[in-house]
């Protein structure tokens, strides 16, 4: 069949087989893994099991290590060292790799529309069914439909995005270097905007900033004057997902540095010269000439999620809904993880109740001290995350806060029990679209896969609330293991050296380990390359 200048095909993997321990041949379990990131990679790391036969689409055939991607962005570490290719992994593990795009999850018939990734009038359409899905595709910049930032803004969410910025900045050099510019013409060439102030456009503009600093004043002496950095964030701080002080002292660090910080400012359009912003206490709009733009406003939904989300009834969220063991709800066999979804909260808020009415009896909506902790114990047990902030010491924020809507803390009443939880429960909340929540979940998912044959004879989960028995697993459990803050909030370059150590143990191989160190000291001894290849 084909169409549209594609050709479409079906399904050319047969299914592979296994013998039993009987000496029976039977038909091996089809895992497609839908990504290459950070939930994708982690996932294909740590599964093993010889049941499955694994195939992964994805369009990129490598892992990218997106904490250095600002990085790259000034030429401190090249692409090509903090990527690693999947194909090492693929033989390794011998599972199969296709470099394409899935465009359609057909739930209903387990089945995927792939599109080979090649953009011209010969790429190739395919189908692939599948036993199990494992969705980890991730998310895509959020502009937020404001008008003229597809055409004209940068973003940086992958490699290519990367060597793009670093291209562009020198360019912006060159081009503000030429004989004859009027003063004007040199100050909007060289005027870089950022938008965003989350730990992605604050890290940019650090790494610009040094680049500005370290390189720039050698190279281009003549026009480092006419540089200039503003950071946009719509927001009253930026980076507020972290702690106040980390707040506070990367803004005095950018008013040190002279970076242009404009809070409460939200973008209203970029056009090829402009940038217009509304003053949010105001509503004033101001458009300023630029150079360059950079937008970093978070991430959202890919077309493909969104589609299929649509098809199993969850057209109405913001993200695709995952239970706590990373099972799509609304679907069978498809497992979801990473930046693409999200556990859904509201059922375990429900599934809180039902363990309370439960002990409760349904009788009185109040519980005496000895059930209220038997309660508690039931949904540590379902609850991963619950028992997480119980144990740092939040267990007396409650008793405490039902101590005052009660007036008693000899009784606990459901309504006052749950809205203290979602008062005091951070850990609740949806978990942070981070590589470290991805990387955790992967792992996690493949444990599971690792002993799904033992599980389905022996659960090992918790008693479920809805429908017998025990789960098969326990609940993914997040553990936050600190931030992967931007290396500059490290206080200054003597513990910057801390920060890269760190960095480079995280990396996933000796080879990408040692690419990343050898350029490290590249740049020391030599600087940064300010060539525009
Ligand atoms: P990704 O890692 O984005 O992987 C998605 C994969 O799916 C890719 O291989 C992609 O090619 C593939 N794909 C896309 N569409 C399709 C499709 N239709 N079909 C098949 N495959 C598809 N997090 C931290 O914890 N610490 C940090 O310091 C940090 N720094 C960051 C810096 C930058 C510049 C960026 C952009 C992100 C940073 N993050 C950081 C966030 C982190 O990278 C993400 O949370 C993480 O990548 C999410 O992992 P994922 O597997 O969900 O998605």
């Avoid at 499955?52 to 090249?78: A, K």
């Avoid at 209903?108 to 790429?123: F, Y």
């Avoid at 809070?263 to 709009?285: F, L, Q, R």
Wanted: charged content about 25%; proline content about 4%; some cysteine.
């Amino acid at each position: 069949m084909s169409g549209g200048g594609l050709l479409v095909y079906s399904d050319s993997n047969p299914p592979k087989r296994t013998l039993t321990a009987d000496g029976q041949e039977t038909k091996k379990k089809k895992v497609v893994v839908l990504g290459s990131g950070w939930g994708g990679y982690s996932f294909l790391s740590y599964l093993n099991n010889p049941n499955y036969d694994v195939q992964v689409v994805s369009p990129r055939n490598f892992f990218l290590f997106t904490p250095l991607l600002p990085s790259v962005t000034n030429g401190t570490v090249e692409a090509r060292s903090i990527v690693e290719p999947i194909r090492g992994l693929m033989r390794k593990k011998g599972f199969e790799y296709t470099e394409a795009e899935c465009v359609k999850i057909d739930a209903s018939n387990k089945k995927i529309l792939c599109r080979s990734k090649d953009a011209s009038k010969d790429a190739k359409e395919f189908n692939m069914d599948y036993d199990i899905l494992v969705v980890a595709v991730g998310a895509k910049p959020n502009t937020f439909n404001t008008p003229g930032v597809e055409e004209n803004a940068h973003f940086l969410k992958e490699a290519e995005d990367a060597l793009k910025i670093r291209q562009s900045v020198i360019n912006s050099f060159e081009r503000a270097s030429l004989p004859d510019l009027t003063e004007e013409e040199r100050k909007k060439i060289l005027h870089f905007v950022v938008v965003g102030g989350g730990p992605t456009g604050v890290e940019f503009s650090a790494e610009l900033h040094d680049f500005l600093v370290e390189d720039v004043a050698k190279i281009y002496p003549k026009v480092q004057e006419f540089t200039r950095i503003t950071l946009l964030e719509a927001g009253d701080h930026i980076l507020n997902m972290f702690d106040k002080r980390i707040t506070a002292f990367a803004e005095e660090k950018f008013q040190r540095d002279g970076i242009d910080l404009k809070t409460k400012n939200m973008v209203v359009g970029v056009t090829a010269d402009e940038i217009s912003t509304k003053e949010i206490a105001t509503g004033k709009i101001v458009s300023e000439p630029y150079g360059m733009v950079v937008w970093s406003t978070g991430i959202g939904i890919r077309p493909v999620i969104k589609e299929f989300m649509h098809q199993i009834g969850q057209g109405q969220r913001r993200v695709l809904a995952t239970d706590e063991w990373l099972r799509v709800e609304g679907c069978d066999s498809v497992y979801a993880l990473g930046d693409t979804a999200t556990i859904n909260q509201r059922r375990v808020m429900e599934d809180i109740a039902a363990i309370f009415s439960k002990a409760d009896k349904g009788e009185t909506g109040t519980l005496n001290k000895k059930e209220f902790k038997s309660v508690v114990k039931d949904i540590c047990q379902r609850y991963p995350q619950v028992e997480l902030y119980l144990k740092k010491k939040k267990l007396r924020n409650i008793a405490n806060l039902l101590k005052s809507a009660n007036g008693d803390d000899t009784k606990v009443n459901i309504e006052t029990f749950k809205q203290a939880l979602s008062e005091v429960d951070t850990q609740m909340k949806n978990l942070p679209a981070t590589a470290q929540v991805a990387s955790q979940q992967g792992k996690y998912l493949a444990k599971c896969f690792n002993k799904m044959e033992k599980c389905e004879k022996k659960p090992e989960g918790p008693l479920r609330f809805r429908g017998e028995g025990r789960h098969r697993f326990q609940p993914f459990r997040y553990r936050h293991f600190g931030s992967f803050a931007p290396d500059w909030v490290s206080i200054g370059h003597s513990s910057q050296w801390l920060w890269y150590s760190v960095y480079a143990s995280k990396l996933v191989s000796w080879r990408t380990r040692s690419l990343v160190v050898s350029d490290w000291v590249r740049r020391f001894i030599f600087g940064r390359d300010s060539s525009s290849i």
